[in-house]
């Protein structure tokens, strides 16, 4: 399988640097040794068919650099590393470099390709020594049977160096070598997993970092009521922002095919959709900038000066290895969801309703006194029977009646808006749920294929139903709204959804219930609900 996965690179990379090189790769000038031998002329005895038997005919055998084209057990092909051929090695196939230098200091039968690195010849290649957004360099030792060639950077010659084809420099000129932005880039911060990177030769990409940052604050300043609608939707319907977002990137390519079938949606699809996107994702990061900003800072404020504190919050979180790359995907996703939520909704509140001024009518009987408001519960105030009382008389005298109580059959059900009010579950004691919930759902299925849909699947349908899963209902938790309102389908739905969400960023969206004010995860903010504790002799069943 690795053989097979390092020929293929090979592969691609030699497809791809053709239209790049066509001019470099013509035919090469046939040499000496490879020159076929002169067939000698038959003598009498061999027409007569009396040769002897002695003297077979030779069959040719095949050379190696025969072989070498049927085997690929002998390329060497590394991705994000370096690739190296010693003095006093010999390697049959082609040496390939992917965001790294490649150095030959031996033999190589094949080709020397190096992409976004530096190629660097030192010593023989039987085929081409080609680099793709980095330089070529040829030493004095360097022996090249075939073509030279660099696209997007130079060709460094040494004057012994020896070069059987062209040498080919196409431009415009990158500086991808082993020296460069990209590889230090991918050293010192993709292959660590962060988008920002401290190290030699960033110059240039911290640049392009601070005028990104620039254009943040220049929407801010340009659309503060935009970034700040944005910002609201976000907080105010994350679960509707986290639906359309992932629908959205769902429905993306299908709309792209769609568009490309017509034929006439072609300039659609190839420009408008992808700027479109673009947009999306740039203003929304601005929006998420600021909400991150005044969130943290706790006051109003303008939208500018809450993207400049967001935008440095965030470039903290992306110099650590692996969070960094993971909260950059977060910045990136909720902002562009966020953005085309706003786009197509409205985030318009209604008006409070104001309740009428209760009026009293004239003929109310006055309300009893404070002595029979004070009575024990199981008493009735009856007045006893006298007539009107005259002038300098003994009132009206009150008799108290004992009333039986009716037993209730039904203990009260709690209100929705009285159930958001109890206890919150703690992590320990939700995730416990989630095992039995996980053990439950692993033995009706029986396979781990689709174990995570049916589990998000039997998690939506009995929320919406009971409030709680099967684990949830031993341990006598209930998920709610956080607003109080009952639960509905969209809400379950979107919590199932935005599970996944907790789950793939390192399971961090499940942490965050242990560290949460209101114990919520990741996915229970998107939803807008909460895990609450029943008390003692409510059944969920």
């Known amino acids: 399988m690795k053989t097979n996965s390092k020929a293929l690179w090979a592969g691609i990379l030699l497809a791809a640097l053709t239209p ?4 470099a790769f013509q035919a090469e000038p046939a040499k000496p040794q490879d020159a076929a031998a002169p067939t000698p002329e038959p003598t009498l005895r061999e027409i007569a068919g009396d040769s002897p038997a002695a003297t077979p005919t030779p069959t040719a055998e095949p050379t190696e650099g025969f072989r070498h084209h049927h085997d690929d057990q002998d390329d060497r092909v590394s991705v994000g590393d370096s690739t190296y051929v010693g003095p006093n090695e010999t390697l049959e196939g082609n040496a390939v470099a992917v965001m790294g230098p490649l150095t030959v200091d031996g033999t190589v039968d094949g080709n020397a390709v190096a992409v976004l690195g530096s190629n660097t010849i030192n010593g023989t290649v039987r085929g081409n020594a080609v680099a793709v957004c980095g330089n070529l360099n040829l030493g004095p ?4 049977d075939g073509n030279a060639v660099s696209v997007g950077g130079r060709v460094i010659k040494d004057p012994s160096a020896i070069v059987g084809g062209n040498v080919v420099q196409q431009a ?3 500086d991808f070598s082993d020296n460069g932005t990209a590889s230090s880039w991918w050293t010192h911060g993709l292959r660590l997993g962060r988008p920002l990177a401290i190290g030699p030769h960033l110059h240039l990409f911290w640049l392009f970092t601070l005028c990104t940052v620039a254009l ?8 503060p009521g ?7 939707t976000l907080a105010q319907r994350p679960g509707i922002t986290f639906l359309t977002g992932f629908l959205a990137i769902v429905g993306l390519p299908v709309l792209f095919i769609l568009l490309c079938i017509t034929v006439v949606g072609i300039p659609v699809a190839v420009v408008v959709l992808p700027l479109s996107v673009m947009a999306c994702v740039i203003f929304g990061k601005t929006a998420v900038y600021a909400f991150i900003g005044r969130s943290i800072v706790s006051r109003p404020m303008h939208p500018a000066a809450s993207v400049m504190i967001g935008v440095a919050i965030v470039i903290v979180l992306f110099l650590v290895p692996v969070l960094g790359l993971m909260v950059w995907f977060l910045v990136a996703f909720l902002g562009f969801a966020c953005a085309l939520t706003t786009l197509f909704t409205s985030t318009k509140s209604a008006p409070p309703a104001v309740a009428p001024p209760a009026a009293t009518p004239p003929d109310v009987p006055a309300p009893p006194s404070a002595a029979a408001a004070d009575l024990a519960p199981g008493l009735a105030a009856v007045p006893a029977p006298v007539e009107a009382p005259l002038a300098g ?6 008799v108290m009646v004992p009333v039986p109580a009716v037993p209730s059959a039904v203990p009260p059900a709690l209100s929705p808006m009285s159930e ?4 919150r579950a703690g992590f320990w004691l939700r995730m416990v749920a989630l095992l039995v919930d996980a053990i439950l759902i692993g033995i009706v299925i029986r396979s781990g294929r689709f174990f995570l849909p049916v589990l998000a699947v039997y998690g939506a349908v009995l929320w919406k139903l009971k409030g709680s899963t099967v684990g949830g209902i031993i341990f006598g938790l209930k998920v709610v709204r956080h607003d109080g309102r009952p639960m509905d389908w969209a809400t379950a739905a979107v919590r199932a959804l935005a599970c996944f969400f907790s789950l793939i960023f390192l399971c961090l969206g499940f942490i965050w219930i242990a560290f949460d004010p209101e114990k919520q995860g990741w996915h229970d903010k998107i939803a807008g609900t909460v895990v609450i504790r029943l008390p003692k002799g409510m059944s969920l069943v």
């Open 393 to 398: 008389t003994v009132p009206p005298v009150v």
């Open 216 to 223: 943040y604050i220049l929407l801010a300043l340009i659309f």
């Open 141 to 144: 030792k360097a022996r090249l």
């Open 420 to 423: 958001a009010a109890l206890p």
């Open 20 to 23: 790049f090189a066509l001019s």
């Open 172 to 174: 415009p000129r990158l």
């Open 226 to 232: 935009g970034v700040r609608k944005c910002g609201d």
